[in-house]
């Protein structure tokens, strides 16, 4: 039973810290968020598995940590509100070449990354290249180009 | 499900409503992480000054340095200080509650006792004190074993009991 109430309280404030954290906070790892992450399973370890450390209890973690993700699934699928919650929303930053500016700052995203981005995606080179960006859900940026005139 | 809200011809799940809902919980969100942090740096979560506390006295014969916030399976101290006034015939006779005491790993107690009796619901420790006139320290060292609160009696045998209680976070 403690194993599966430990493994839940864990997954819960996982998904609420890294939510209030915002979407671009690890969406492109770098080296140092790489290692960040390292630090944060380190951290997370211990109280994961208490002083058991036996098979018995790994499994049970690792059942009890899967299953609240399949069951969060099911649930965000059912409810859209939930979805939202968990998931965010996409938002448009650049519309016909015009940057969104609250909206970017809000978001934490400057004209650099994406710019960065529609060379990345699109071999873009200029802003007004550019007729849609959108932040989306996983904290990415996607560019979609004007048609060529 | 609904067809996603659309921007002129981009067919995306854009939702400005609740996106700048999502904004006012994030900011709301950074001020409870930060108040989290404060909170554990004065020691709301054990190990900081509120957590410290001192019981006992004169009276007592003896005084008590605990931690009042302490955390599941961690380790913590009580410090003990024993007047000349605990001492009698040589010896500090220490009363401990059993329900209070069996809440912890008792990792280490410094000096070690001559003796522990067990009486009907607690625990006599004795110390023999080599200067009666100065009275002794004794450092109990625990680990608590149980999540919640934690209190109970201690006191020198036949004088009042001090009651603390400690704050176990899970």
Known sequence: MDAILRSLAIYIFLLFIFRIS???????????????????????????????????????????LLAADVGLSVLKQRFSSLDKVVDSV??????????????????????????????????????????????????????IPKEQG | MARPQKVDGLEVGQDLEFQKKEWRAEMLGWILMALLLLGALAGLFGGGPISQATAGGEAEALTIDYHRFTRYQS????????????????????EIEQDYINSFNVQNVLPEP??????????????????????????????SDKIGTIAGNLGVEGGQNIRISHFVYP
């Open chain 1, 22 to 64: 915002g979407k671009r906070s690890l969406s492109q790892i770098t080296t140092f968020d790489f290692v960040l992450l390292l630090i944060i399973g380190e951290a997370t370890q211990q109280a994961l598995l208490g002083n058991d450390f036996s098979l018995t209890n790994s499994f049970i973690v690792i059942t009890t």
């Open chain 2, 114 to 143: 001559d003796s522990v009796e067990v009486m009907s619901d607690t625990y006599i420790y004795t110390f023999t004190v080599n200067e009666p006139n100065q009275g002794m320290e004794i450092i109990f060292d625990l680990e």
């Open chain 2, 75 to 94: 380790p913590t101290q009580l410090l003990i200080t024993a007047s000349p006034n605990a001492v009698s015939e040589g010896t500090v006779r220490l």
């Open chain 1, 90 to 143: 996409p938002l448009v930053i650049v519309e016909d070449g015009k940057l969104l500016k609250d909206r970017m700052e809000r978001s934490r995203i400057d004209v650099s990354d994406i710019l960065s981005k529609a060379r990345e995606l699109q071999g873009l080179e200029r802003l007004d290249q550019i007729k849609y960006a959108v932040l989306e859900r996983s904290g990415g940026i996607t560019v």
